[in-house]
């Protein structure tokens, strides 16, 4: 099961914290232990690692491996198992002063199976399988097109990404008639299958090799969508990645846009939906029940102080000591937390709104 959106946040954080950590020396402690694995074999690796560290030829290094070891076996040894996802175990010396101690230790469950079996003593912490647990694992292909433009785009995650834009050159319907009329159509039907053979080898382009893409959506005015599937000539293994034809105004830019909020149904289980609906929520009950919400940092803290609060919404632009300040509020009251991104246009006007508001369970 993919990570939700706090347990993402939650991992985030912590790399953060400790990749922003260096050590002097080499004294820093990072051991993997991948989900399944006899943790009791861990506490002898470590056990042996602190005995090999009587070596060590540096007395202030010497000491601050032996100690981030022995933390690190003290956790170990209270163990019965390994988590279900696995743990990463991290310890060491990170004052930045020589010959202070700054000591930090941390077994961090992460919210996806672990896979590494890793021990490393260093000078930073090795964080790069829980990095890889961040990584975008849903890609979608936007196509949206008509006769005389067409525009190419993904989502990933919850950005959209415009990749190419095409005019098509086809011309409009002739007022002429008889043969002409006729010739005249040939022509710009000759013209809309070239341009829609055009668009499918750039989507072939685009697409064709990205190992993460879930699904093609693809939308536009007008009957133009079921006239690129029937003569574009898209290869079959493209066109059996569409999951879903929308109508909608616009071919542009603009028109991806539409596309993915037209696109609920398709995304439902997409944090850009989700996030887009809460939003969507919060806006609404702003303009109808204005006495049912509260934003900017002193209404909020107010609605929080009064056990008020139902839903509260945090920008990830905000520092993060204000964000953790008001989690902890939050979590006094049992209240439901939600960090927005600054990646759509929702949660952009929400950070221009002071990115800190709350949907309440009473007005105040």
Not at 87 to 104: H, P, T, W
């Amino acid at each position: 099961m993919a990570m939700d959106a706090k347990e993402k946040d939650k991992l985030e954080e912590f790399i953060d914290e400790f990749k922003a950590y260096r050590a002097r020396h080499t004294e820093l402690i990072t051991v993997l232990v991948p989900a399944g694995f006899d943790i009791n074999l861990i506490t002898k690796q470590l056990e042996s690692e602190k005995s090999t560290a009587t070596n060590i030829k540096s007395t202030a290094t010497r000491k601050n491996v032996q100690e981030a070891l022995e933390s690190l076996i003290r956790i170990t040894k209270g163990m019965k198992q390994t988590p279900k996802n696995g743990v990463a175990l991290l310890s060491g010396n990170v004052s930045k002063i020589e010959g202070q101690d700054d000591f930090v230790t941390e077994a961090f469950e992460p919210p996806e199976q672990l896979g590494a079996r890793l021990y490393r003593c260093d000078q930073i912490f090795v964080l790069d399988p829980l990095e890889e647990m961040l990584e975008v694992k849903e890609v979608y292909g936007l196509i949206a097109l008509d006769r005389k433009e067409a525009t190419l785009g993904l989502l990933i995650g919850k950005k959209i990404r415009v990749l190419q834009h095409f005019d098509s050159f086809v011309p409009g319907k002739t007022t002429k008639g008889g043969q002409s009329a006729a010739r005249y159509g040939r022509i710009r039907e000759n013209m809309a299958k070239e341009f829609f053979r055009k668009i499918a080898e750039a989507v072939k382009k685009e697409f064709f090799h990205l190992e993460k893409l879930q699904g093609i959506i693809l939308g536009g005015p007008g009957p133009a969508k079921e006239d690129f599937l029937k003569e574009g000539q898209l290869v079959t293994a493209l066109h059996d990645k569409i999951i879903g034809i929308k109508d909608i105004g616009y071919a542009d830019a603009h028109g991806i846009d539409l596309l993915v909020e037209g696109s609920g149904d398709l995304l439902a289980e997409q944090e850009i939906t989700q996030e887009k609906k809460l939003m969507e929520k919060f806006f609404n009950m702003l303009g109808k029940e204005k006495d049912k919400t509260a934003y900017g940092k002193e209404e909020v803290e107010k609605a929080l102080s009064y056990g008020a609060v139902e839903i509260l919404l945090l920008s990830k632009k905000l520092k993060k000591p204000d964000i953790k300040k008001f989690e902890k509020k939050a979590l006094e009251t049992d209240v439901e937390v939600h960090l927005v991104s600054i990646e759509t246009e929702e949660g952009q006007q929400f950070w221009n709104l002071s990115g800190i508001g709350a949907m309440l369970r009473f007005k105040i």
